[in-house]
């Protein structure tokens, strides 16, 4: 059962990544062999050369140099060549499969995205697939060269002397063993060394990510330690791995000393009976030697797989998750959406956990500015995640112009409705490539436009480079308010008729507040804005609020009315000024 599925997953494996290069590996393969049956002809001429400076034959050796050098240079031209190749195909093979998990992982269900630590899954990227690669590139190049290495020798090694050869009987089975026993404990060392890994590329990256943090609160010691703690952790695994590596090392260094010992010994009786030559002593003891070299390479071989295919797992668990793309339903918004119905609507994000949205109601049918209230926690961008297909609800129903949501094509609803979530997304790259993700199509134009309506013009052209200005990883060399403010003007460039902005205002000085929600006013004439705010300036004006209680609506109104009637309302803004 076990050897099946190893065999199904490491066939996935070839059928999808090394059978399109079939070709060129066949070519590797042949130059291979070229390479080495060329190259087995020099123990046999070495044997040769020295029977000839016994026997004094100077024109015979003369001869036998000339060819020795040809085949040394010969095989040699042949190995850079091989080894180019090599390399090239397995670039490709490691690049394609790399791109088809990069592929996979930007496309993870939110949900299962929470299932990695960013470290993991870029641990999994950069270190499963080259082992995978090389291991099965390795077995597929060398398997043919070992048996044809394996069998010359063997020809040899049997046509120069069967005594001699007798060393096998104790050679093979003795190996055998040593191999079946490391094994299970080099699958374990793999496995540890995983999940090693993953922590440490997960600690690495939130240390550098999280910097500003780790000087305020004056961790850099801490968070040194730590970092040694991890390098004392990956000093174990490596004496463990060096301990394992050398008891082995140790048995095939006593199996072949007390085989090649038994050789010398053996040759001494059969020369001195004059069966056996000096120079086929040499040339068997070389042939001999090859033969052992072939099997220790498959067994070698055997021992790789079980680190390779510990990498396989990881890879095939990863490429299984569920993606969004997988899930993508038939039915596309056939034109911009009109209203949103959420019915009864339950939400936990983790079966364990308890429901974050409970029976959650609520009907936007017409265009209008709508805010969602409620205290810390209460699910708001819970809600709007939902809004947006990020999850899917447990229970209960949400339609868009009349679709299912559970049936809603995930693009066309992210085309047409804008998300302008809490945290910022922004990219490495220059102000206008940042603004022009949220509408390839937009023209320089627009793009300016956008941006002096939300205030933002005057900022730009302070810049060094205007909107060619890089703005650092994560928007890191503007300000919070600034970065709020190139959110509107990405909202104003997707022109959606749904609008979502998660606290997009909480970071704005009281006049660039005044002048989005304006703006967003203005938006709402025709489109319909939901808006996610602890600021009771930001909302004051809606259309109608929604307020929130432990992910359920408890009450809704205008801010008005809400003030006048509902206590909790009042509460949440007691401290608020208007
Ligand atoms: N990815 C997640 N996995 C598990 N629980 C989560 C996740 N995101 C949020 N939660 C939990 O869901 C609940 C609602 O969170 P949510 O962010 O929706 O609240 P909120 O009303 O927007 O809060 P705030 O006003 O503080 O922004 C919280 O208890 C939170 O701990």
Same mark, same amino acid.
């Not at 993508?328 to 009109?338: G, M, R, T, V």
């Given at each position: 059962m076990r050897k099946d599925k190893d065999f199904e997953k490491f066939n996935w494996f070839l059928k999808k990544y090394i059978y399109p290069q079939r070709v060129k590996i066949a070519f590797i393969v042949l130059l291979i062999l070229a390479g080495s049956s060329i190259g087995n002809l020099s123990p046999f001429l070495y044997g040769k050369m020295l029977d000839s400076i016994v026997a004094f034959d100077i024109n015979h050796l003369m001869r036998l140099i000339i060819i020795y050098f040809i085949v040394t240079v010969g095989t040699t031209i042949l190995s850079i060549f091989e080894g180019y190749m090599g390399k090239m195909v397995s670039f490709k093979i490691v690049k394609s499969s790399q791109r088809d998990l990069f592929n996979k992982i930007v496309r993870l269900k939110a949900s299962a995205f929470e299932k990695y630590t960013t470290g993991e899954l870029i641990s999994r990227l950069n270190g499963d697939s080259e082992g995978v690669v090389s291991f099965l590139l390795d077995v597929i190049t060398s398997i043919l060269n070992i048996f044809i290495n394996m069998s010359i020798s063997l020809y040899f090694v049997l046509k120069i002397s069967i005594r001699l050869s007798s060393v096998s009987i104790f050679y093979i089975p003795a190996s055998l063993i040593v191999t079946i026993t490391a094994r299970k404990s080099f699958k374990k060392l793999a496995e540890k060394r995983k999940v090693f890994n993953d922590k440490y590329f997960g600690y690495i990256n939130e240390a550098f990510s999280n910097n500003i943090g780790i000087k305020c609160f004056r961790l850099e010691k801490k968070a040194c330690k730590k970092y040694d703690n991890f390098i004392s952790k990956e000093l174990d695994i490596e004496k463990h791995s060096m301990v394992l590596s050398g008891i082995i090392q140790m048995l095939n260094t006593l199996i072949s000393v007390i085989s090649s010992l038994y050789i010398i010994y053996l040759s001494g009786i059969l020369i001195k009976g004059g069966l056996l030559t000096i120079g086929t002593m040499v040339s068997f003891n070389t042939y001999i030697n090859k033969l052992f070299a072939s099997i220790s390479q498959i067994l070698g071989l055997n021992i790789s797989k079980q680190t390779v295919s510990v990498s396989l797992d990881r890879l095939i668990s990863l490429i299984s998750e569920k993606s969004e793309d997988m899930e +993508? $339903? %038939? =039915? !596309? #918004? !056939?034109? %911009? @959406? +009109?209203y949103v119905h959420v019915c009864n609507v339950s939400f936990k994000y983790k079966e364990d956990s308890d429901a974050v949205i409970n029976n959650l109601s609520f009907s936007l049918d017409s265009p209008g500015f709508y805010s969602f209230v409620g205290k810390n926690g209460c699910g708001k961008s819970t809600l709007a995640k939902l809004l947006v297909k990020l999850y899917d609800v447990d229970s209960g129903y949400m339609e868009i112009n009349g679709i299912d949501y559970k049936n809603c094509s995930i693009d066309s609803l992210r085309e047409n409705i804008t998300y302008i979530q809490k945290e910022d997304f922004f990219l490495n790259d220059t102000v206008y490539n940042n603004l022009s993700l &949220?509408? +390839?199509? &937009? $023209?320089s134009d627009d793009i300016y436009g956008a941006c002096r309506m939300a205030g933002l013009d005057g900022f730009i052209d302070s810049l @060094?480079? =205007?909107?060619? /200005?890089i703005v650092g +990883?994560?928007?890191? /060399? #503007?300000s919070s308010g600034q970065r709020q403010k190139l959110n509107i003007a990405r909202a104003l460039l997707k022109k959606s008729k749904i609008l979502i902005f998660d606290e *997009? *205002? &909480?970071? #704005?000085d009281g006049k660039s507040e005044k002048n989005v929600i304006s703006i967003l006013k203005e938006i709402s004439r025709h489109s319909i804005v939901i808006f996610i705010s602890h600021k009771v300036s930001s909302i004051v004006q809606s259309d109608r609020i929604f307020l929130m209680e432990n992910g359920s609506i408890v009450d809704s109104g205008t801010h008005e009315q809400l003030s006048e009637d509902n206590y909790t309302y009042r509460e949440l803004f007691k401290y608020s000024n208007t």
């Open positions: +993508e $339903s %038939e =039915k !596309k #918004l !056939k034109d %911009e @959406p +009109e &949220a509408n +390839e199509r &937009a $023209s @060094p480079d =205007k909107y060619d /200005t +990883e994560g928007g890191s /060399t #503007l *997009t *205002t &909480a970071n #704005l």
